[in-house]
């Protein structure tokens, strides 16, 4: 492992703490890919119940943004991303439609420069009576330095619209929102190399921690909520070595492809 100067933090270890204020003590360019589902300022409380899960299975602590602070909350954390990245490193930031423009605005003001807007397109959506039923997330995907990064071409006609089913953990623990193994797998496999450092700042569940440790990257990540961060631990610890079962309705595997 290439030895990294991280401040007062260690490699391969996660945090529990406020990441705009942990962000600060990470040395500048020392990270090689960001990967992170932030809050999204929308009410989570009222969607315990969604996409079939049992309430008492749902982590509690969820901690959102209010929506007239998200410009700002968003503009602070990407700066401090933008800075610790090295000059060859890439992001991956997930976003809900409802706040997009303040991500992509703080994207462009922090100097990112912006290569794919990836549309991950998941099994289901919750149900709606007078618009469009949701059933796709953003991605944004954008690099410090567009004629210097990681980018493993692991498919010959790699396409910017991913299918991919969101995992049901019937009957196990797990965060109100949580990303699929199979998804952060793909994002690693083309914009990372062994040993890279991925840094989630807004772990949740830990997922991207975990499929890092998985296939031999460093990883680092904070998260503001005590039992998710006990959770992300307890799965690190069990060091998961294999994908997940395949989702329902489809026996090939959690992705699919256009």
Same mark, same amino acid.
């Given at each position: ?66 929506? #007239?602070?998200?410009?700002?909350? %968003? ?8 800075? $610790? /990245?090295?000059? @060859? ?81 019937? #009957?196990?623990?797990?965060?109100? %929102? ?8 793909? $994002? /690693?496999?083309? @914009? ?67």
């Amino acid at each position: 492992m290439v030895r990294r100067n991280l401040g007062p933090f260690a490699p391969d270890c996660i945090y529990q703490g406020d990441a705009l204020e942990l962000m600060r003590d990470i040395p500048s360019g020392s990270i090689d890919l960001v990967i992170t589902d932030p809050p999204f300022a929308i009410d989570f409380r009222a969607k315990r119940m969604n996409y079939n899960r049992t309430g008492k299975h749902v982590l509690e602590g969820y901690i959102d943004v209010e929506p #007239g602070d998200y410009a700002g909350f %968003t503009r602070c954390w990407m700066e401090e991303a933008y800075r $610790i /990245l090295s000059g @060859s490193g890439s992001i991956y930031v997930f976003s809900g439609w409802n706040h997009l423009k303040d991500v992509l605005c703080s994207l462009d003001d922090t100097g990112f420069f912006m290569l794919n807007h990836i549309i991950w397109k998941y099994q289901f959506g919750v149900f709606t009576r007078k618009k469009f039923v949701t059933s796709h997330y953003h991605v944004l995907y954008a690099v410090k330095n567009p004629k210097s990064y990681t980018f493993n071409k692991a498919e010959h006609y790699p396409e910017d619209v991913w299918i991919i089913n969101r995992e049901y953990w019937k #009957g196990k623990r797990k965060t109100p %929102t949580k990303l699929p193994f199979s998804l952060v797998k793909k $994002i /690693l496999t083309f @914009s990372s190399n062994p040993g890279d450092l991925i840094f989630d700042p807004f772990l949740g569940s830990g997922t991207v921690a975990v499929v890092s440790k998985v296939m031999g990257r460093n990883y680092l990540g904070f998260e503001l909520v005590p039992e998710y961060y006990r959770f992300a631990s307890e799965r690190l610890e069990e060091c998961i070595v294999a994908d997940p079962a395949p989702a329902e309705g489809n026996p090939g595997g959690n992705e699919g492809k256009r």
